[in-house]
């Protein structure tokens, strides 16, 4: 199978990166507005309530615990949401546009290299905000992965220019 260009596992990423970026943002359309249900649940009456009957106790009681926090605290909890969902469509944003440049067979590239980095640094942050050890171990591989682009960069303009 190939790896680069026309047909190639990247022109599949691609189209399959693009369908998810559609996916999550219907997906943070919906959060937003479930999340202004659930933070303003005292004020506009919660649909949530009548659902957990089937749950769990310990679901009850984070359930109650959080309705009984004041609505200032409440309303914290739709920027910290809002900050995840927009770094993860900024992630996918740019995969896009990095295996769209692999699907034109552009592969050692100074504009590869930097949106590798920005990638990078979008899922060290990510991996920071949500505390999440496994995403911060891919946000440093991709990091490292970057500095072998970038050398491979330097390489590939040192043959373009001896050619």
């Not at 990166?17 to 004020?43: E, K, M, S, T």
């Not at 004041?70 to 944003?93: N, S």
């Not at 050890?133 to 330097?154: A, H, M, P, S, Y």
Request: with cysteine.
């Amino acid at each position: 199978m190939k790896y680069f260009g026309k047909k190639s596992l990247s022109s599949v990423m691609h189209v399959i990166l693009r369908i998810a970026w559609y996916l999550a943002l219907l997906a943070a359309v919906c959060a937003v507005a479930a999340g202004v249900v659930i933070v303003f649940h005292a004020q506009l009456g919660s649909p949530f309530s009548r659902g957990l009957e089937g749950s769990s106790a310990k679901d009850i009681r984070d359930w109650e615990s959080f309705q009984g926090l004041p609505l200032g605290v409440r309303i914290l909890v739709l920027p910290y949401f809002g900050a995840v969902i927009a770094l993860v469509l900024m992630v996918i944003r740019r995969s896009t546009q990095l295996f769209a440049q692999f699907k034109n067979e552009i592969v050692f590239d100074k504009d590869n290299v930097r949106v590798i980095l920005q990638v990078s640094r979008l899922i060290i942050v990510l991996s920071i905000i949500t505390f999440s050890l496994g995403t911060l171990l891919v946000g440093i591989i991709l990091r490292l992965l970057c500095e072998i682009v970038k050398n491979g960069t330097v390489l590939q303009e040192e043959h373009d220019l001896t050619v």
